[in-house]
């Protein structure tokens, strides 16, 4: 997703789509582990999306 994307998303809803980022991470580690990662760039472009929404957050939490 773009920044812009989540910039008009609520906090609650940023807070989820965090949880639901480090979930897929930590399911792309497992997936690297065992040797069944498909797309080696996934886990890349999984933790910069969950640093977006964790910037945004924290840009919300500021301006308040």
């Keep these: ?12 809803e940023l ?5 639901e980022q480090q979930k897929r991470l930590f399911e ?3 997936q690297a582990v065992t040797e069944t990662l498909e797309n080696s760039k996934a886990m890349r472009n999984a933790r910069r999306d969950i640093a977006r929404v964790k910037t945004i ?5 500021k301006a308040e």
């Design 28 to 30: 792309l580690r497992t």
């Design 1 to 12: 997703m773009k920044a812009q994307q989540y910039r008009e998303m609520s906090s609650d």
């Design 57 to 61: 957050l924290r840009e919300k939490a």
């Design 15 to 19: 807070q989820n789509t965090l949880q």
